[in-house]
């Protein structure tokens, strides 16, 4: 039995590595893999592994980006803030990507924290998800035909300015709130609506992840507390090396792919997933 659960926790795990990078939603897909493969834990426990199998996946992008997302150097390192002191050991360029990124941070951020059970209590569920998955899509295809031929006014993480990270913030806040909308889907389509290339917004929705991913991990943690049997780290833990070890794969396979295709095709997929979780369910629901 054991070696079951186990087993689930690496389709889990898959599943999250897959789906968290791309934009498709991963809380949509969690919801279906839920339907057909339940763990055997307590339902404290499976809502905490939902979410912190997450850190895995976290983990994928600071091993890949390591050297952009540490923010020290060496004195002699040319790009440091200063020649002396503190800033003669801080790499100009990445304290001041963090900056962005935590600018981008604040307002999911705010809303989670101020009602992170209120809205799994009104919005965790197939109908949101569903509504979210399609009208994601099609706002992926809209907005890729709309920006077909423009050329972006912001193509690199430095070039990106304060006000734009904010607003990709501000995108980002939609999917703390909606489930289904997907945190990777709806920075991405904010940073096209204001001119990022695509390359440039996917990358920095990779970043953007690092604090929010860790800190919905911190608070679910927090909550569960660490009373954990030896079974349960086990799952945890399976979870969270297969999420990384797949995040790898899948995001070196994302930044080459949108080097020469856009996202349309994601928006399809979303369509015809939301449709089958909106029959999946209604039928579910009528039987």
């Not at 607003?167 to 909606?178: E, N, S, T, W």
């Not at 969270?240 to 399809?268: E, P």
Request: include cysteine; charged fraction near 15%; aromatic fraction near 14%.
């Amino acid at each position: 039995m054991d070696f079951i659960e186990i087993l689930k926790a690496i389709i889990i795990g898959i599943v999250e590595g897959i789906t968290e990078w791309l934009p498709v939603s991963s809380t949509g897909h969690m919801i279906l893999v839920d339907e057909f493969l339940q763990l055997d834990v307590t339902e404290e426990f499976k809502k905490m592994f939902d979410v912190v199998i997450q850190f895995g996946a976290i983990l994928a992008v600071v091993v890949l980006y390591f050297p952009k997302l540490w923010p020290f150097c060496k004195t002699s390192d040319p790009a440091h803030f200063s020649a002396s002191g503190i800033g003669a050991v801080v790499k100009k360029e990445t304290f001041l990507m963090w900056v962005k990124v935590l600018i981008a941070c604040v307002p999911a951020a705010i809303v989670g924290l101020a009602f992170d059970d209120k809205i799994d209590e009104l919005f965790y569920n197939p109908w949101t998800v569903a509504v979210a998955l399609i009208v994601f899509g099609v706002a992926f295809i809209i907005v890729e035909r709309w920006n077909k031929g423009r050329t972006p006014k912001m193509d690199s993480i430095p070039a990106l300015t304060y006000k734009a990270a904010f607003l990709i913030g501000m995108f980002q806040l939609i999917a703390a709130v909606f489930p289904g909308t997907s945190r990777s889907g709806a920075t991405i389509v904010g940073a096209l609506l204001i001119g990022v290339s695509r390359v440039t917004a996917a990358e920095f929705t990779f970043y953007l992840a690092v604090p929010v991913m860790f800190g919905a991990s911190l608070l679910k943690l927090v909550k569960f507390g660490l009373h954990f049997t030896a079974f349960e780290a086990v799952v945890l833990l399976t979870g969270m090396v297969t999420a990384f070890v797949v995040s790898i794969i899948v995001i070196r396979f994302l930044m080459g792919y949108i080097k020469k295709h856009d996202f349309t095709v994601f928006g399809w997929y979303r369509i015809v997933l939301g449709i089958l979780v909106l029959a999946y369910f209604g039928i579910r629901a009528m039987g």
